[in-house]
């Protein structure tokens, strides 16, 4: 009899850790929510996404270049500026560059955020799409220095856009939020549509203003 009542305790013990209650709790844990971390996006009519993250998954932001002094380069320190580059097929490429406008040294390191704009000023469907290799590297802008990222699109009809005409309507500026930062630099965009539910892809930072 005392053997049964010890299991019967133990029995008793493990329904207490493991809730043996015969039903469910009640609630079932959520998953998070992960996002991709080579995309953003914005839908036809919400403003776009600011700031786009600016690394790729698992990389870290290095620290001042030794002997620079410089920090990060804030959007009120630099200017943008976008070169049509030439077109293949159904292909469009630009070099979008940011310029450091002000008086000290600073850095850039990874990727620009982007947001398309009509001509009526309102957000267009922006998704940007970071590529690599190669991987970002740290750039330090010397006053009057640059650094360039090329952009790549599509004005081929994705699905569900018109086959016919323009795929979706044509930018008429287009926000760039230089990495790592919150606030944005606005430009006009005199490229045409995006098509791929203005699908863009983007390179890291390079030091320079881009080839030719």
Not at 86 to 115: D, E, I, K, M, W
Not at 172 to 194: C, F, K, M, N, Y
């Given at each position: 009899?005392?053997n ?27 998953p998070p ?12 009519g ?5 700031p ?77 799409v ?72 983007t ?10």
């Amino acid at each position: 009899m005392r053997n049964v009542t010890a299991v019967g305790g133990v029995l008793t013990a493990l329904c207490l850790l493991t809730a043996c209650t015969g039903r469910s709790s009640g609630s079932t844990p959520t998953p998070p929510q992960i996002s991709s971390p080579g995309t953003s996006s914005s839908p036809d009519g919400a403003p776009p996404a600011l700031p786009s993250p600016s690394r790729p998954a698992g990389a870290v932001r290095p620290s001042a270049v030794p002997g620079s002094g410089s920090g990060r380069c804030a959007t009120s320190m630099l200017s943008a500026a976008l070169r049509a580059a030439g077109p293949a097929a159904g292909n469009r490429y630009a070099f979008l560059t940011l310029t450091n406008r002000s008086a000290a040294p600073c850095r850039v390191y990874g990727y620009v955020g982007l947001g398309l704009i009509g001509s009526d000023g309102r957000p267009l469907a922006t998704q940007v799409v970071r590529l690599a290799p190669p991987q970002p590297a740290s750039i330090t802008l010397r006053p009057g220095g640059s650094a360039y990222t090329r952009l790549h699109w599509s004005v081929v009809a994705g699905p569900g856009e018109p086959q016919h005409g323009p795929c979706r309507p044509a930018p008429g500026q287009v926000w760039v939020t230089p990495p790592d930062e919150r606030s944005h630099l606005t430009i006009a965009w005199s490229l045409g549509e995006v098509c791929g539910s203005g699908r863009v892809s983007t390179t890291p930072l390079t030091a320079g203003s881009g080839p030719g």
